[in-house]
C-alpha cells in the first residue's frame, strides 16, 4: 500500500492531465483499476490517515476536525488484521497518529514525519540526516510545511525525504522472513509543502506552458463567498499568476520524483521474486487546490482538494481488473475492505467501508471536514455534488462528468431542481452532532456568519527552524 500526501486525484498522466508527467502510475493503472471517483470523506491529514488505517468513516473513528493529539480508536486497524491472519507488517514514512511512536498495529515503523517533534519525538529521519551530517537541518531550505513559497532541495539528493522514504522501504523488503506473508505500507510526505523538488526534476518543468490556475463566475466575487473560501483566498491572494505557476512546477516536480523512485519499489519487488505474489495500492490522503478558484491546500470539497488517486494493480489475485476504469463512488474507507478481501482475510465489523471489488455500487458518499465557521459539507451521488457551507447557508452543485473543473454552479438552475432535493435530503440523513442545529424542518438553514476569519500569522503556518538542539515546541 503506497500513499502520497496531497495529491489531487486529477494530477496523472493516465488521468489526462496535460502536463504531469506519472509513468509509473500510468503504467500500474494500465496493469489494474483506476477508480475515478475516489474521494477522501475528510480532506485534511489526520482524519484522512484514521480512515485509511481503520476502515472507517469520520464519524465513526471520531474525528473530522484535525484532532492530532487524539489516540487511535480501539478497533482493529487494516495493520491488526493481517498481522492476526499471520503477516508480517511494516510501515515506513508518515503515520501523523499520536503518540508519534505508536505502532498502531504493525510490527516496526520508520517515521519521517516532516520536521514535527511532538511530545520531543525525534523520528528515524530525522536521525538519519544527523547520522549523516545534517542533525536538524532538514527545513533549512526555509521553506515551511503549510507553504507555497518554494526552492530547491538544499542538501545532496539521496538525503531527500523521498529518496529515504523508498531506500528504507526497500530494505524493508529485502530483510522480510521468507517464511511468512507481508503488508507494507511506504507512506511518502510530499507533494505536500514544503516545495523543495530536486533541481533536476523542477527544470524537467521549468521551460513546459503549465496549465492555468482555473476560475468561475461563482469564484470571482469574493464578497459572495463563503466565509472559509474567502478566508483561504485573502490568506494566499499575494501570489502572481506566473508565482502561481511555478509553485504548480514544484508541485509537479514532486510527484514525478515520487513516481520515478516507486519504480526502485517495483524493481525490488521483482528481483526478489515477489511481484507476481504482490497486490499495489496507491492513493493519497486528500488533494490540494493549487490555485484553481485562487483557493490553496485542502479541507474542501472541491474536485481538486478531494478527490484522490485510487489505483489497484491486483496482478494474478484479480486479473479482470487490468485496464479498467472504474466510475463507483469509493473513499479512503473502502481500502481496508479491500485489500483484506483480496487476501482472504475476514474484514472486521468496526469496518464502514466496502470492498472495492464487490461490484456493490454506493447511491452516494457522505463528506465532511472541520466544524463551525470553516464548516464544509458534501453529498456526491457519482456525478452530481452538493457542497454546503453552514456558516451563510452557502450551497453549490455541481456535475463533475460534464463540468470536472467546478465551473458552473447549478443551485440554483430550473433543470437541476430535483436533483438539489434528492440530494439535500441524503445530505440531511448523514448529518449529526453541531450540525443538526443548522437544520430546520429538513431544509438547511445554517446559521449566520459573524466577522471574519484572520489571516495575519506571524508563525508562517507553523514554519519549522534548526531543529537541532530539539526545539521547546
Not at 464487490?358 to 452530481?384: K, P, Q
Request: net charge negative; glycine share 8%.
Amino acid at each position: 500500500m503506497i500513499t502520497a500526501d496531497e495529491w489531487p486525484g486529477q494530477l496523472l498522466g493516465c488521468a489526462g492531465h496535460p502536463v504531469i508527467e506519472t509513468p509509473t502510475l500510468d503504467a500500474l493503472a494500465r496493469s489494474g483499476t483506476r477508480f475515478r471517483r475516489a474521494y477522501s470523506e475528510c480532506p485534511v491529514c489526520v482524519p484522512a490517515r484514521r480512515t485509511l488505517m481503520t476502515g472507517q468513516s469520520p464519524r465513526a473513528h471520531g474525528d473530522r476536525i484535525f484532532q492530532g493529539k487524539l489516540g487511535m480508536p480501539s478497533d482493529p486497524t487494516i495493520a491488526d488484521a493481517f498481522v492476526g491472519a499471520g503477516y508480517q507488517a511494516f510501515a515506513v514514512g508518515k503515520l501523523h497518529v499520536y503518540p508519534p511512536r505508536a505502532r498502531i498495529g504493525f510490527h516496526d515503523v520508520m517515521l519521517a514525519e516532516e520536521g514535527r517533534q511532538v511530545d520531543g519525538q525525534i523520528d528515524d529521519y530525522e536521525q538519519f540526516l544527523a547520522e549523516r551530517g545534517h542533525a536538524g537541518r532538514q527545513f533549512m531550505h526555509g521553506m515551511g510545511n503549510n507553504e507555497y513559497v518554494w526552492r530547491n532541495w538544499h542538501l545532496p539528493e539521496d538525503t531527500h525525504p523521498t529518496n529515504w522514504q523508498t531506500e528504507t522501504a526497500a530494505r524493508m523488503i529485502k530483510r522480510r522472513d521468507p517464511t511468512r506473508p507481508g503488508f507494507w505500507y511506504v507512506s511518502y510526505t510530499h507533494p505536500h509543502p514544503p516545495l523543495a523538488p530536486l533541481r533536476e526534476y523542477f527544470e524537467r518543468y521549468a521551460g513546459r506552458s503549465i496549465d492555468p490556475a482555473i476560475e468561475a463566475e461563482w469564484s470571482k466575487d469574493g464578497s459572495a463567498l463563503p466565509p472559509v473560501l474567502d478566508y483561504v483566498r485573502r490568506h494566499w491572494s499575494h501570489f502572481t499568476a506566473e508565482q502561481v505557476a511555478d509553485i504548480r512546477r514544484a508541485f509537479y516536480a514532486l510527484c514525478t520524483h515520487i513516481d520515478h523512485q516507486m519504480r526502485i519499489l517495483i524493481g525490488t519487488l521483482r528481483e526478489e521474486g515477489l511481484l507476481d505474489d504482490t497486490i499495489i495500492l496507491f492513493t493519497s490522503d486528500h488533494g490540494d487546490m493549487l490555485g484553481d478558484h485562487r483557493l490553496f491546500a485542502k479541507r474542501l470539497m472541491y474536485e481538486k482538494s478531494a478527490n484522490i488517486p485510487m489505483i489497484l494493480s491486483p496482478g494474478r489475485f484479480a486479473p479482470d481488473a487490468a485496464r479498467q476504469v472504474d466510475d463507483r463512488l469509493v473513499g479512503l474507507q473502502d481500502v481496508m475492505p479491500t485489500l483484506l478481501d483480496l487476501c482472504g482475510i475476514p474484514v472486521p465489523a468496526s469496518c464502514t467501508g466496502r470492498s472495492m471489488l464487490s461490484g456493490n455500487v454506493r447511491n452516494s458518499l457522505y463528506g465532511e471536514c472541520v466544524e463551525g465557521m470553516e464548516a464544509t459539507r458534501m453529498m456526491h451521488n457519482g456525478r452530481h455534488k452538493l457542497i454546503w457551507y453552514p456558516a451563510g447557508n452557502h450551497q453549490q452543485l455541481f456535475d463533475v462528468v460534464d463540468d470536472p473543473l467546478e465551473q458552473h454552479n447549478l443551485i440554483d438552475v430550473i433543470d437541476y431542481q430535483d436533483i438539489r432535493t434528492d440530494l439535500t435530503a441524503r445530505l440531511i440523513a448523514d448529518l449529526y452532532g453541531s450540525d443538526l442545529e443548522y437544520v430546520h424542518e429538513d431544509k438547511l438553514t445554517g446559521f449566520t456568519a459573524s466577522g471574519t476569519l484572520p489571516t495575519h500569522d506571524r508563525s508562517l503556518y507553523l514554519q519549522r527552524g534548526l531543529q537541532y538542539p530539539p526545539p521547546k515546541v
